[in-house]
T-cell receptor, first 115, second 112 residues
Framework: NAGVMQNPRHLVRRRGQEARLRCSPM?????VYWYRQLPEEGLKFMVYLQKENIIDESGMPKERFSAEFPKEGPSILRIQQVVRGDSAAYFCASSPTGQASSPLHFGNGTRLTVT | GENVEQHPSTLSVQEGDSAVIKCTYSDSASNYFPWYKQELGKRPQLIID?????GEKKDQRIAVTLNKTAKHFSLHITETQPEDSAVYFCAASTNTGNQFYFGTGTSLTVIP
C-alpha cells in the first residue's frame, strides 16, 4: 500500500499564477481531506470530499480556492491568482469511511512558495 | 463548532524524563481523539488514539488518558528519547461530524 501520495512536494509560483496540488488517497479510501499548515502553526481544515462530491468546504476561502475529487484520478486543490499569504504546506489526508472515528492518513504535503 | 486547545506550545525535557501534553475540547459530542506526531518537514503520523468509551490506552512508552466529564485528554510519553523530539498534535472529532479539529501543536524537545 503506497499510502497517500501528494505531488508536487515543492511548488514555487509567482503572484498571480495558479497553483494546482494533487492528492491520491490510499488504496480503498474514498474520502479526502485537505489541510493547510502555516509555519509553526497547526493544521487548519479546508475541505472534505468524497468521490465526485464536496461534503464540507467550510474551511476553504470562497474566492480563488477550489477543490475536486473526480470519479477517476486524484483530488485536486486549485488556488488561482496566488498571493504571498498562500505560502504554506498543504496536506491531504484520506480515510476509508469518512466517519470521524476512523483515523486520517496524511500525505507528505505540498510546500507552496509564492514569490 | 468544536474548539480544541493544546498546552504547552513548547516543552523541553531531559532524556529519560516523562513528557505530558494536555488538550481540552468543547463539544461534548466529540468521541474520538487521535494524537499525531510530526517531525520537521514530514507528514503528521498517527501515534495513538482513544475513543470515548475508554478512559486510558497505552502503547509501550506512550499513553493517552481521557476525562469526558472535564472534556480533556492527555498524551504521556515516558522514558523520553531524542527521537521523540517532534511536534505533537491532538485532535477531536464526532461520529456525525466531517472534520477533525486539531490543537495548535506542542513542540517537544528531548535533550540528550
Amino acid at each position: 500500500n503506497a499510502g497517500v501520495m501528494q505531488n508536487p512536494r515543492h511548488l514555487v509560483r509567482r503572484r498571480g499564477q495558479e497553483a494546482r496540488l494533487r492528492c491520491s488517497p490510499m488504496k480503498g479510501h474514498s474520502h479526502v481531506y485537505w489541510y493547510r499548515q502555516l509555519p509553526e502553526e497547526g493544521l487548519k481544515f479546508m475541505v472534505y470530499l468524497q468521490k465526485e462530491n464536496i461534503i464540507d468546504e467550510s474551511g476553504m476561502p470562497k474566492e480563488r480556492f477550489s477543490a475536486e475529487f473526480p470519479k477517476e484520478g486524484p483530488s485536486i486543490l486549485r488556488i488561482q491568482q496566488v498571493v504571498r499569504g498562500d505560502s504554506a504546506a498543504y496536506f491531504c489526508a484520506s480515510s476509508p469511511t469518512g466517519q470521524a472515528s476512523s483515523p486520517l492518513h496524511f500525505g507528505n504535503g505540498t510546500r507552496l512558495t509564492v514569490t | 463548532g468544536e474548539n480544541v486547545e493544546q498546552h504547552p506550545s513548547t516543552l523541553s525535557v531531559q532524556e529519560g524524563d516523562s513528557a505530558v501534553i494536555k488538550c481540552t475540547y468543547s463539544d461534548s459530542a466529540s468521541n474520538y481523539f487521535p494524537w499525531y506526531k510530526q517531525e520537521l518537514g514530514k507528514r503528521p503520523q498517527l501515534i495513538i488514539d482513544i475513543r470515548s468509551n475508554v478512559g486510558e490506552k497505552k502503547d509501550q512508552r506512550i499513553a493517552v488518558t481521557l476525562n469526558k466529564t472535564a472534556k480533556h485528554f492527555s498524551l504521556h510519553i515516558t522514558e523520553t528519547q531524542p527521537e521523540d523530539s517532534a511536534v505533537y498534535f491532538c485532535a477531536a472529532s464526532t461520529n456525525t461530524g466531517n472534520q477533525f479539529y486539531f490543537g495548535t501543536g506542542t513542540s517537544l524537545t528531548v535533550i540528550p
